[in-house]
């Protein structure tokens, strides 16, 4: 044999060869492809028992996750209606209160009107002072309405829980939101509290402020409004915020409010930490659901 033959017979032999290798591949998908095919099938299908998962039985596998998912949706909305209806009623009534209505009408005619600080001061106490019952009622009507909404939600969702999840997760669940709930009402408190505390605080600033503010408006009311009177109108103006801003006795309060606010924000963070934490150490997992939610009104 020659050198040419051979060379004829190694290219032949090497063509068979990859016309082989090329070959196969175009089996081994269709094969791959069955296999995953009864894979896929196998796993959308099971034998009628509860299946656990990384959030205990929540899976759409789980006979009872859908009849108890539409329930628990079911309560969630009725009891957002309700809040909802208690909530609107509660602000009505503080609206539409006579003492309410009377003596806002009073501390308007002089807030926004006069240029004397002290009497501006004095309205607002006197109208914070008439209007402390009916302020009162309304708080306490949208408490009651927040507890109720809480006791149903919670009640929805212990009942969700327990039909589609173990004991172990569903105490644990119930534990987070108790916790969560808890650190919620703090915060807002410590909140609401500091807000307060910076108005008190501030009160006779922002009278001054406002005293200013309504000389000016009467001055440019009773000006031929022109160029030089808007110029003096807003030239007014920007002069009474910032002293307002400038005044020592703002600046600290507004610290004071801040870091009160800051203080709240850390501590509510902090227990929401180790309420996480101690549902990880019950269940192995992180919550895959924090809280539930307050509806906007």
């Known amino acids: 044999m020659n050198r040419t033959t051979i060379r004829r017979t190694a290219v032949a032999g090497a063509a068979a060869g990859l016309s082989l290798v090329l070959a196969v591949p175009a089996i081994a998908p269709a094969g791959a492809s069955n296999a995953q095919q009864q894979g896929t099938s196998h796993s959308r299908h099971h034998n009628g028992s509860a299946e656990t998962g990384r959030h205990g039985w929540h899976s759409p596998t789980n006979p009872a ?30 609206r539409t209160d ?16 006069s240029p004397d600080a002290t009497l501006i001061l004095a309205a607002n106490t006197a109208f914070q002072g008439t209007i402390a019952a009916p302020t009162a009622a309304r708080a306490a009507a949208v408490d009651a309405a927040s507890t109720a909404w809480i006791m149903s939600v919670d009640t929805a969702y212990t009942a969700y829980d327990t039909a589609t999840t173990t004991p172990v997760e569903a105490a644990a669940r119930a534990a987070l939101r108790s916790a969560v709930r808890t650190a919620e009402i703090t915060l807002r408190a410590s909140i609401t509290s500091a807000h307060a505390a910076y108005r008190t605080s501030t009160a006779s600033a922002h009278a001054t402020l406002r005293a200013s503010i309504n000389a000016a408006t009467a001055a440019f009311l009773a000006s031929p409004r022109a160029s030089a009177d ?68």
């Not at 996750?65 to 809040?83: D, H, P, S, V």
């Not at 850390?266 to 539930?292: E, K, L, S």
Request: glycine fraction near 4%; charged fraction near 20%; hydrophobic fraction near 50%.
């Open 230 to 297: 808007k110029l003096a109108f807003t030239t007014a103006i920007e002069l009474a915020r910032t002293t307002f801003g400038s005044d020592p006795a703002v600046g600290a309060a507004r610290t004071a409010k801040h870091d009160a606010v800051s203080a709240a924000r850390v501590t509510y963070v902090r227990v929401i930490t180790t309420a996480r934490d101690a549902f990880f150490a019950a269940t192995g997992h992180n919550p895959h659901r924090v809280r539930p939610v307050l509806p906007r009104t």
């Open 98 to 113: 006579p003492t309410v209505v009377a003596a806002l009408a009073t501390y308007k005619a002089v807030v926004g009107t």
């Open 65 to 94: 996750e859908r009849a108890a998912k539409a329930t628990l949706m079911k309560a969630i909305k009725a009891a957002n209606a309700q809040y909802r209806t208690a909530v609107k009623a509660a602000r009505v009534t503080f």
